[in-house]
């Protein structure tokens, strides 16, 4: 079972920046996916980008493609989202998501039902 938490959410001008960290626990026997998704009030969740751990081949949504970036520390096994130039429509809840074995390594930034495992998301509001 793979848990993950997000963490480093919070307030920030537009213009800003803020990184998230997806920390994870827990045995998985693949190293599959990983992803960010948000979903703002209202709208269905999105997906932001996702990577594969071990070649760091990444995909980018195109709303948030040349501000944002993902990253994976193959010491700790953590994910991050750095955030640059944020804009009021970045505002939203932040899952940490990642893919199990019917989809193990996306190409693309995914869907949700192609993970079976999140964390419980952090929030990001930007204020303009």
């Given at each position: 079972?793979?848990?993950l938490?997000?963490?480093?959410?919070?307030?920030?001008q537009?213009g800003?920046?803020?990184?998230?960290?997806?920390?994870?626990?827990?045995n998985?026997?693949?190293?599959?996916?990983t992803?960010?998704?948000r979903?703002?009030?209202?709208?269905e969740?999105?997906?932001?980008?996702?990577?594969?751990?071990?070649?760091?081949?990444?995909?980018?949504?195109?709303t948030v493609?040349g501000?944002?970036?993902?990253?994976?520390?193959?010491?700790?096994?953590?994910?991050y989202?750095?955030?640059n130039?944020?804009?009021?429509?970045?505002?939203?809840?932040?899952?940490?998501?990642?893919?199990?074995?019917?989809y193990c390594l996306?190409?693309?930034?995914?869907v949700?039902?192609?993970?079976?495992?999140?964390?419980?998301?952090t929030?990001v509001?930007?204020s303009?």
């Amino acid at each position: 079972q793979v848990r993950l938490v997000e963490s480093g959410g919070g307030s920030v001008q537009a213009g800003g920046s803020l990184r998230l960290t997806c920390s994870s626990s827990g045995n998985a026997h693949r190293i599959c996916s990983t992803g960010w998704f948000r979903q703002a009030p209202g709208k269905e969740r999105e997906g932001v980008a996702s990577i594969r751990p071990l070649s760091g081949q990444t995909f980018y949504g195109d709303t948030v493609k040349g501000r944002f970036t993902i990253s994976h520390d193959s010491a700790t096994n953590t994910v991050y989202l750095e955030m640059n130039n944020v804009k009021s429509e970045d505002t939203g809840i932040y899952y940490c998501a990642r893919t199990g074995d019917d989809y193990c390594l996306l190409s693309g930034v995914g869907v949700p039902s192609q993970f079976p495992n999140w964390g419980h998301g952090t929030q990001v509001t930007v204020s303009s």
